[in-house]
């Protein structure tokens, strides 16, 4: 039994096959467009990451997907209610996707019984070197504008303390000395 196109909807026995076919035939944004950054608050602004293996757990989460290539992780903070990122998706990984594999990956893994998180989250495309520059800068020091370390290197849940990440995009450099 093949697909079939009835009246601009595709079958399969007489059965349109809904979104599923749309979602799956869904096209990504091009690669030069798709660095964000993001935040996501914990629900009810609970301090759950002042706890250190609560805030251990969710870095091992965020770096294991970094690492089986879900997508780039340019620069990270973990706050005691919320966290920041500045994150490039894989080609095949929407926005929403990537996300949801942080949000999703870490509630899975803690086990709660209560709420993790609020159900949505902040993103901001990254659009220019400087924009790029100036938002690692903000998630790279807020522990300090926060007064939870003294430089930014000491506080150990941010990427100011880690190896080196991934490297700014390729397209963001391109606008080196260009207007935006």
């Given at each position: 039994?093949?697909?079939?196109?009835?009246?601009?909807?595709?079958q399969k026995?007489?059965?349109?096959l809904?979104l599923?076919?749309?979602?799956?035939r869904?096209?990504?944004a091009?690669?030069?467009?798709?660095?964000y950054?993001?935040?996501?608050?914990?629900?009810g602004?609970?301090?759950?990451?002042?706890?250190t293996a609560t805030a251990?757990?969710?870095q091992?989460?965020?770096?294991?997907?970094?690492?089986?290539?879900r997508?780039?992780?340019?620069?990270?903070v973990i706050?005691?209610?919320?966290?920041?990122?500045?994150?490039?998706?894989?080609?095949?990984?929407?926005?929403?996707?990537?996300?949801?594999?942080?949000?999703g990956g870490f509630?899975?893994r803690l086990?709660?019984?209560?709420?993790?998180?609020?159900r949505?989250?902040?993103?901001s495309q990254?659009?220019s070197?400087?924009?790029?520059?100036?938002?690692?800068?903000?998630?790279e020091e807020?522990?300090?504008?926060?007064g939870?370390?003294?430089?930014?290197q000491?506080?150990?849940?941010?990427?100011?303390a880690?190896?080196?990440l991934?490297?700014?995009?390729?397209?963001?450099?391109?606008?080196a000395?260009?207007?935006?």
């Amino acid at each position: 039994m093949g697909l079939q196109a009835h009246e601009g909807k595709l079958q399969k026995g007489g059965f349109s096959l809904g979104l599923f076919v749309y979602a799956a035939r869904m096209r990504f944004a091009p690669q030069e467009t798709r660095t964000y950054f993001v935040t996501a608050i914990t629900a009810g602004r609970r301090s759950l990451f002042q706890v250190t293996a609560t805030a251990e757990l969710f870095q091992r989460t965020i770096l294991g997907y970094r690492s089986q290539g879900r997508f780039l992780l340019h620069a990270f903070v973990i706050m005691p209610d919320h966290f920041h990122a500045l994150i490039t998706p894989a080609t095949d990984v929407s926005l929403e996707k990537a996300m949801q594999f942080i949000k999703g990956g870490f509630s899975f893994r803690l086990k709660s019984k209560l709420d993790v998180w609020t159900r949505s989250f902040n993103e901001s495309q990254i659009s220019s070197e400087e924009k790029f520059s100036n938002c690692v800068r903000y998630i790279e020091e807020n522990p300090v504008r926060r007064g939870l370390a003294l430089t930014a290197q000491a506080y150990p849940f941010s990427s100011a303390a880690h190896e080196s990440l991934d490297p700014m995009p390729l397209h963001l450099r391109s606008h080196a000395g260009r207007a935006i």
